[in-house]
Nanobody, 123 residues
């Protein structure tokens, strides 16, 4: 299984980025997908998740109204559209796949992880 995240970069505060995560080696349409982020010295934190069917999404409070998670099961890809970015959004962003999730927010619930893509928001 491979999850390849891309789309990170340097952006000014208030700007936008779209992250993509291409999956292979699994039945993508059967997996719930999540985005997490991590900064040095801190634990990986939940950002957003989407149900395997795409019918339900969940967000951490700090990104509600700014980030949108979506998926294309035909392309085996999950996206994170990020708008109105803030310096505190700076982190390495990881995508993850979970077959059975009691809750979206726990790192331990996910089966597979990508390598991450760095998002840097300058003030």
């Amino acid at each position: 299984v491979q999850l390849q995240a891309s789309g990170g970069g340097l952006v000014q505060a208030g700007g936008s980025l779209r992250l993509s995560c291409a999956a292979s080696g699994l039945t993508f349409s059967s997996y719930n997908m999540g985005w997490f982020r991590q900064t040095p010295g801190k634990e990986r934190e939940f950002v957003a998740a989407i149900r395997y069917s795409g019918g339900s999404t969940s967000y951490t409070d700090s990104v509600k109204g700014r980030f949108i998670i979506s998926r294309d099961n035909d392309k085996n890809t999950v996206y994170l559209q990020m708008a109105n970015l803030k310096p505190e959004d700076t982190a390495v962003y990881y995508c993850a796949a979970g077959y059975y999730l009691r809750t979206y927010v726990l790192v331990s619930g996910y089966n597979y992880w990508g390598r991450g893509t760095l998002v840097t928001v300058s003030s």
